[in-house]
């Protein structure tokens, strides 16, 4: 296994699919259009992706517009029974009614959770993916050798890339450098640890080690002017950071590279806003104080998030910088074109359609969906329980005399089904009964 790629549990996979993925897009932008471009791949793949989970981004949305509409109902259940958490059996009759809404609209409560549940490995292997590129584009590793492989040969490399006075980011690493692997001499290993440094090292940390090692000067910056081609987007390398770019431009005077530097997380934290905005937002017609805290949760951490992307994105290679801009842009764009066909859609027409596909499962299980509709049916406005006086209860109606004649009869019948048989000791015990009994009236 190549240690720049993930092993992580799940994520791990998932980053091999996407792997391929990302490695198809260059190798077709290379051979046909002859473009050898990451930055742009990034921009490809992420529209890619999105349109593949499309489908799961449907799903949600429709989700959110019944959720709306069946809001009101779930917020009367939880006033109807506010204050009786102690009480077990409330609490099951409010599962039961709740259940009952959810039933009614045919949605499945746990269905949103799913698709968060989906997209999260996808999200983090896509990440895990842009930070490692080379272990995934056949490509950019190859364009690392012969350098890589005479720089492991040579005295004093692994404890010079290891340095994070060095490179910055050698702590990210510090446990290759010191697995068993490293140390006993693997050359894969060692090679693989070397890309994942270099791969990530700045311009000023790729020339620090053409100095300090002067006999592979050309192969170390054959090997960089590669890097900068690969990465090089609109004039801003995507291996770079932003910070490290306004740092050397302000160092160098070139104050329109502190504005192009400073682009990527003011982009970032842009578009981020405009996709929070364009996102469904709950309804503040609720009274109720749990839900208006959880709104205002949602909401302060809606104004924070764009913050925090700009943050990383100063901080973080610019190729990450440039994925979250165009994962932000074709979620708005998406949003948009969702949102238009969610507003036409009939919610009526859907809750109906919901409900017979419900049915027809329910059938196909041996279950009876009008018992179900019965608890569907219930007014949840009426917050009052059951608990009535015994006065106002109406009374059952009296038996007519054929009713009276009808229960004699099955009475009959039951006794003489179960009458004991004669000669048997229950019928001798009978006798001595109905002797005694003539006796003493």
Excluded at 334 to 356: P, S, T
Excluded at 407 to 414: G, I, L, N, V
Excluded at 427 to 435: F, G, P
Aim: with cysteine; aromatic share 8%; glycine share 4%.
């Amino acid at each position: 296994m190549l240690l720049t790629k993930s092993n992580t549990f799940i994520i791990g996979p998932v980053a091999v699919i996407l792997g391929i993925i990302m490695n198809g897009i260059f190798n077709f932008c290379s051979s046909v259009f002859g473009i050898e471009n990451i930055g742009l791949c990034i921009i490809l793949f992420t529209i890619l992706i999105y349109v593949l989970m499309l489908p799961m981004t449907i799903k949600q949305q429709k989700f959110s517009k019944l959720s709306a509409k069946m809001n009101p109902e779930l917020q009367a259940i939880q006033k109807k029974y506010k204050g009786k958490n102690q009480d077990q059996a409330a609490m099951m009759k409010m599962n039961e009614e709740t259940q009952a809404v959810y039933t009614k609209y045919g949605v499945n409560p746990m269905g949103s959770c799913l698709q968060l549940i989906i997209q999260m490995p996808i999200l983090f292997a896509l990440y895990r993916v842009f930070m490692n590129v080379p272990a995934y584009v056949n490509q950019v590793k190859e364009a690392f050798f012969p350098m890589v492989e005479k720089l492991a040969n040579t005295a004093g490399s692994a404890e010079f890339l290891s340095n994070s006075e060095n490179f910055s980011n050698a702590a990210m690493y510090a446990k290759q450098f010191t697995n068993e692997a490293f140390t006993s001499g693997n050359a894969e290993y060692i090679q693989n640890t070397f890309i994942d440094v270099l791969y990530k090292a700045s311009t000023s940390e790729w020339k620090n080690l053409a100095d300090h090692f002067p006999t592979l000067a050309t192969e170390i910056t054959d090997t960089m002017q590669k890097m900068e081609h690969y990465n090089n987007f609109l004039g801003l390398n995507m291996g770079n950071s932003p910070s490290y770019m306004v740092h050397e431009a302000i160092a160098a005077g070139a104050w329109l590279m502190v504005v192009a530097g400073l682009a990527i997380p003011v982009l970032s934290a842009l578009t981020q806003w405009l996709n929070v905005k364009l996102m469904p937002q709950a309804s503040d017609a609720s009274s109720n104080n749990d839900n208006s805290s959880m709104a205002a949760s949602m909401k302060m951490m809606n104004n924070v998030m764009p913050i925090m992307s700009a943050v990383f994105c100063y901080t973080l290679p610019s190729g990450m910088g440039l994925y979250w801009i165009a994962g932000s842009v074709v979620r708005s764009v998406q949003q948009v074109l969702i949102n238009k066909h969610i507003d036409k859609m009939d919610i009526d027409a859907q809750i109906k359609k919901n409900l017979e596909k419900r049915d027809a499962k329910l059938r196909k299980q041996g279950i009876d969906p009008a018992k179900l509709n019965n608890y569907a049916n219930m007014s949840t406005r009426n917050v009052k329980t059951s608990s009535a006086p015994a006065a106002t209860k109406a009374k059952a109606p009296s038996m007519t005399q054929e009713q009276k004649e009808e229960a004699m009869r099955k009475a009959t019948e039951y006794y003489n089904k179960n009458a004991a048989k004669p000669g048997s000791l229950a019928s001798k015990a009978n006798m001595v009964r109905d002797y005694n009994e003539k006796n003493n009236k």
